[in-house]
C-alpha cells in the first residue's frame, strides 16, 4: 500500500541521500530516499546494521544535513533553514530517543527533563518535568542522579525528556536494546501510549520483530536505500 500523499504528510523526504567524508575516501550512505509519514502513524524502521537506518534518522529529524534532496516536518524544510533555526524547529515539534540514553551526568533526572523546557524559556518546567515523570513511572526517582537509576530507569527519564515538550513526532533508535525484554517491553508500553492518547506520531528503529509489529507501518532499509514498506494488516 502506498503511503499517504505529500499534503497530509508530517515527513516528506524526496530524493534524500548522504555522502560522509571526502573523496576518495566518502561514502554514499543514503541512495535517493523518498518516503512520507503521515501524521499519527506507527512507523518500524528496520534494515541490516550499517543500512543507513540512524543516518536517516539524523536526517529527518534535522539533526544531519542531507548532501542532496529535501526534508520537510508539518510543513517546515528543513533543508532550507541555519543551525539556529533548525534547533528552534526541532524543540516542541520532534523527541529523540537513543539507544545509549545520553542524559547528563551531573543533573538529577528532573533537571535532565526540564532542560528542553528550559531552552525553550517556559516558565513551570519543573513543574511540568516533574509531571513527566510521575507519567512513566519515576515519581520516587525525580531527585535522583543518572548513575544511581538502572537502564531502563534511565530510559524512562530520556522518554520523559522526549515527551515533555508534547512533540508530535518521537523518534527513537533501537530504545530497547540496552535493556532486557521485559523492561524493553514497558518501556515502549509508554511511547504507545502517548500514540494512542495524542495521535503522537512514533518513528521507531529496532532490530525487534515484536516491537516493529506492534508499528502500523514497517519500512526496510537496505543499503542506503528503502526496499520494503508495508503496512500489518
Ligand atoms: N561519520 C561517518 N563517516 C563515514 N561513514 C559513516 C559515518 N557514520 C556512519 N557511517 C557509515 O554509514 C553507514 C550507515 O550507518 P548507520 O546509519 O549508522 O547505519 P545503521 O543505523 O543502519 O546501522 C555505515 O556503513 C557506517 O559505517
Ligand atoms: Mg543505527
Known amino acids: 500500500m502506498m503511503p499517504s500523499t505529500v499534503d497530509s504528510a508530517l515527513i516528506a523526504a524526496r530524493n534524500v541521500s548522504l555522502v560522509l567524508g571526502r573523496p576518495p575516501a566518502s561514502v554514499e550512505i543514503l541512495r535517493g530516499v523518498d518516503l512520507d509519514v503521515a501524521a ?12 543507513g537506518k540512524s543516518s536517516l534518522m539524523a536526517v529527518l529529524a534535522g539533526l544531519e544535513r542531507p548532501t542532496g534532496g529535501t526534508v520537510s516536518v508539518a510543513g517546515l ?7 539556529d533555526a533548525l534547533a528552534v524547529a526541532r524543540r516542541g515539534r520532534i523527541g529523540i530517543v537513543l539507544q545509549a540514553f545520553h ?4 543533573m538529577t533526572a528532573l533537571e535532565n527533563v526540564a532542560v528542553p523546557l528550559e ?15 510521575e507519567a512513566v513511572g519515576l515519581g520516587h526517582r525525580i531527585g535522583h542522579y543518572p548513575a544511581q537509576l538502572s537502564g531502563g530507569e534511565q530510559q524512562r527519564v530520556a522518554i520523559a525528556r522526549a515527551l515533555v515538550g508534547r512533540p508530535a513526532l518521537i523518534f527513537a533508535d533501537e530504545p530497547t536494546g540496552n535493556l532486557d525484554t521485559t523492561t524493553g517491553a514497558s518501556i515502549m508500553d509508554l511511547l504507545f501510549a502517548r500514540h494512542a492518547a495524542s495521535g503522537t506520531t512514533l518513528f521507531i528503529i529496532t532490530h525487534d520483530p515484536g516491537l516493529a509489529a506492534r508499528c502500523a507501518r514497517v519500512i526496510e532499509l537496505g543499503d542506503g536505500r528503502i526496499v520494503g514498506d508495508r503496512r500489518s494488516a
Open 40 to 51: 499519527g502513524d506507527s512507523v518500524a524502521l528496520l534494515g541490516p546494521s550499517g543500512s
Open 77 to 83: 524544510d528543513f533543508t532550507t533553514l541555519d543551525e
Open 103 to 106: 542524559l547528563l551526568p551531573t
Open 119 to 133: 531552552l525553550a524559556g517556559e516558565g513551570d518546567a519543573f513543574a511540568r518535568a516533574a509531571a513527566e515523570l
